[in-house]
């Protein structure tokens, strides 16, 4: 996983997943059900903002991600 896309504070990077194609009509609307017909790789990235922040006294520029921003470990400057 790249470095540049990582929190400066909680370290969260992006994550692998899938993205699921299915056709077919679900049981409940009088199909016989949804099949997956095919699974492509997709990755998921943090919500990364790039902020100035106070850090040791000075006023740096970190890319921090908006949960870390929403619980306040961002010090701003003034």
Do not use: D, W, Y
Request: charge should be positive.
């Amino acid at each position: 996983m790249t470095k540049g896309r990582r929190c400066a504070l909680c370290n969260k990077g992006p994550l692998r997943g899938q993205q699921i194609s299915r056709r077919g009509l679900a049981k409940k609307k009088g199909g016989v059900g949804r099949k997956i017909t095919g699974r492509s790789a997709r990755s998921f990235n943090p919500n990364l903002q790039r902020v100035r922040a106070v850090v040791g006294g000075k006023t740096v520029r970190l890319k921090v991600c908006t949960s870390c921003i929403r619980l306040g470990r961002v010090l701003k400057p003034a």
